[in-house]
T-cell receptor, first 110, second 119 residues
Framework: QSVLTQPPSASGTPGQRVTISCSGSTSNIGNFNVLWYQQLPGTAPKLLIY???QRPSGVPDRFSGSRSGTSASLAISGLQSEDEADYYC???????????FGSGTKVTVL | EVQLVQSGVEVKKPGESLEISCKASGYTFATSYIAWVRQIPGQALEWMGS????????TYSPAFRGQVTISVDKSINTAYLRWRSLKPSDSAIYYC????????????WGQGTLITVSS
């Protein structure tokens, strides 16, 4: 059972905007920065967003993140076929004294 | 270029011990954390714990404390994850991750090590 809650799936057609939510608590998202990871099939996770809304170099600007209270969200605008992957949110949790991950969201491009 | 190269596939029997490794290069090993993350195929990522190579201090998730041991050898820029007695439920892919708590954009992953525990 993951500490952070995400919808199991999301989908859209090419060019559409897709949003993924991540719900936590004051022990994690409410007081710590959120990260988002993209995991393409059969590969290791890759950092997509850090510090709630910052993109590492090389990540397209159609990926954006936000945080409000104890929730966060990832938006993919201009959805492309190569965006088909699993997406995970993560944050530090001070009640567990460790990082926690979300339950993961599978994005399908229709 | 930052690289984390993990040891290869393992097939073990229940009750056996195992240590897998993660060799880092391309950055200052001592000053960034190494975490281990479990992924049972088809399931979510689970943070197992992390270690700061500078002082070898390890922190464990409550779910994994006492089940595994995380260690490092700074002389060869390598982190380890060890089991004393494997169970079939330990079958999973294990990833190492290098991250820096002061520079959140510094976040790199190994390719993963698949472990199968079966009699």
């Amino acid at each position: 059972q993951s500490v952070l809650t995400q919808p199991p799936s999301a989908s859209g057609t090419p060019g559409q905007r897709v949003t993924i939510s991540c719900s936590g608590s004051t022990s994690n998202i409410g007081n710590f920065n959120v990260l988002w990871y993209q995991q393409l099939p059969g590969t290791a996770p890759k950092l997509l967003i850090y510090s709630n809304n910052q993109r590492p170099s090389g990540v397209p600007d159609r990926f954006s993140g936000s945080r409000s209270g104890t929730s966060a969200s990832l938006a993919i605008s201009g959805l492309q076929s190569e965006d088909e992957a699993d997406y995970y949110c993560a944050a530090w949790d001070d009640s567990l004294n460790g990082r926690v991950f979300g339950s993961g969201t599978k994005v399908t491009v229709l | 270029e930052v690289q984390l190269v993990q040891s290869g596939v393992e097939v073990k029997k229940p009750g056996e011990s195992l240590e897998i490794s993660c060799k880092a290069s391309g950055y200052t090993f001592a000053t960034s954390y190494i975490a281990w993350v479990r992924q049972i195929p088809g399931q979510a990522l689970e943070w197992m714990g992390s270690i700061y190579p500078g002082d070898s201090e390890a922190t464990y998730s409550p779910a994994f404390r006492g089940q595994v041991t995380i260690s490092v050898d700074k002389s060869i820029n390598t982190a380890y994850l060890r089991w004393r007695s494997l169970k079939p439920s330990d079958s999973a892919i294990y990833y190492c991750e290098a991250y820096n708590s002061d520079l959140e954009s510094f976040d790199y992953w190994g390719q993963g090590t698949l472990i199968t525990v079966s009699s």
